[in-house]
């Protein structure tokens, strides 16, 4: 945790560390994995709440806990803008880390992926690797998104990538 800042270091002590090395391929194996998900994720999201800093609804989008939906958002210039978020478990699971898609930004960074998987790869990735099987899903958005996050939406809505929804023009309703 050399070199983070104490916000950092705070949350990520406050998140569970898991212990089952367990996959989706892995049956009951993988179920007592998805409680301990579970878990770290009402921590870490019962932290966020306290601190007054929720970013984040995620949920299982299927019973097997392989795809997971929700929505984030990052406030900016004292706006908020929000993002639908999606990934699913990699087969490998824990020993890959998923990765994380904002569909709605697909295109607009160069810290993307086709599909608009946010880039992991050099700060986050090593990181997760030499924690597994101990990081889970809310590891990956204490320390993969909320990064990504605040890096880059700052710089999409300044270059006029992204806009407030408030500043979205409507088509004018036609007289008929």
Same mark, same amino acid.
């Given at each position: 945790?050399?070199?983070?800042?104490?916000?950092?270091?705070?949350?990520?002590?406050?998140?569970?560390?898991?212990?089952?090395?367990? =996959?989706?391929?892995? =049956?009951?194996?993988? @179920?007592? #994995?998805?409680?301990?998900?579970?878990?770290?994720?009402?921590?870490?999201?019962?932290?966020?709440?306290?601190?007054?800093?929720?970013?984040?609804?995620?949920?299982?989008?299927?019973?097997? =806990? +392989?795809?997971?939906?929700?929505?984030?958002?990052?406030?900016?210039?004292?706006?908020?803008?929000?993002?639908?978020?999606?990934?699913?478990?990699?087969? +490998?699971?824990?020993?890959?880390?998923?990765?994380?898609?904002?569909?709605?930004?697909?295109? @607009?960074?160069? @810290?993307?992926? #086709?599909?608009?998987?946010?880039?992991?790869?050099?700060?986050? &990735?090593?990181?997760?690797?030499?924690?597994?099987?101990?990081?889970?899903?809310?590891?990956?958005?204490?320390?993969?998104?909320?990064?990504?996050?605040?890096?880059?939406?700052?710089?999409?809505?300044?270059? =006029?990538?992204?806009?407030? &929804?408030?500043?979205?023009?409507?088509?004018?309703?036609?007289?008929?």
């Amino acid at each position: 945790m050399e070199g983070w800042d104490a916000g950092t270091k705070s949350a990520l002590t406050q998140i569970p560390l898991l212990t089952s090395r367990a =996959g989706p391929r892995d =049956g009951e194996a993988w @179920k007592q #994995r998805l409680k301990e998900e579970y878990k770290a994720l009402i921590a870490y999201t019962s932290m966020n709440k306290t601190n007054d800093n929720d970013w984040f609804r995620i949920a299982p989008a299927n019973p097997e =806990g +392989t795809r997971w939906e929700g929505s984030c958002w990052y406030v900016h210039n004292l706006r908020r803008y929000d993002f639908p978020l999606q990934f699913d478990i990699p087969v +490998t699971y824990p020993s890959t880390a998923p990765e994380i898609e904002l569909p709605t930004l697909d295109g @607009k960074t160069h @810290k993307m992926y #086709r599909g608009g998987k946010i880039c992991l790869t050099v700060h986050f &990735k090593p990181l997760w690797a030499k924690n597994c099987p101990r990081f889970g899903i809310a590891h990956a958005l204490c320390l993969g998104l909320a990064p990504w996050l605040a890096a880059e939406v700052p710089i999409l809505v300044d270059s =006029g990538m992204v806009k407030h &929804k408030d500043d979205e023009v409507a088509p004018a309703a036609s007289s008929s």
